[in-house]
């Protein structure tokens, strides 16, 4: 099984869970997790599994993660099991009304990269997931990495 997992990170946050979820799909020298910058679309050739995740940052994924995506051309992940995922602070904690519905409309990272991984053509066999950080900054609630590696498992069972 050749594995990618894909992130972008702002305070550190994002790429521990990529870790996580690379950590959790084994140790093979074909599961990788790379950052977004820099990286280059022949990574994404020959993939069995991809995971691509960034903090939420303005209700969407960041400007280099949606920029990789953006470019890759239609159908180029054709039936590639990929999902997405994001960092976010949970709707319930934010105290301020007025706030808190404009982040319910405006939504989180994982749905839009989610949506350009259906556009490159990739299978979905699980739901996105977005994982807790407490404050914008951080630290990420406890139990998120492992949360993050049996998530990340279950694209397996497929």
């Known amino acids: 099984m050749k594995a990618l997992v894909i992130f972008d990170s702002v305070f550190g946050n994002t790429e521990k869970i990529a870790r996580a979820i690379g950590a959790a799909l084994g140790t093979s020298p074909d599961v990788s997790v790379v950052s977004v910058n820099g990286l280059s679309a022949e990574r994404l050739q020959g993939l069995d599994?991809?995971?691509?995740?960034?903090?939420?940052?303005?209700?969407?994924?960041?400007?280099?993660?949606?920029?990789?995506?953006?470019?890759?051309?239609?159908?180029?992940?054709?039936?590639?099991?990929?999902?997405?995922?994001d960092t976010r602070i949970p709707l319930e904690s934010i105290k301020n009304p007025i706030f808190r519905l404009i982040v319910r409309r405006g939504g989180y990272a994982d749905l839009p990269i989610a949506k350009e991984l259906v556009r490159l053509g990739a299978v979905q066999p699980v739901p996105s997931a977005g994982f807790i950080v407490l404050e914008s900054e951080g630290p990420l609630k406890d139990g998120e990495l492992q949360r993050a590696g049996e998530w990340a498992t279950n694209i397996l069972r497929d």
Do not use: E, N, Y
Request: aromatic share 10%.
């Open 49 to 85: 599994v991809l995971f691509v995740g960034s903090p939420t940052r303005g209700f969407r994924p960041t400007p280099a993660l949606t920029a990789f995506l953006a470019a890759q051309p239609d159908g180029s992940l054709q039936g590639v099991k990929a999902a997405a995922f």
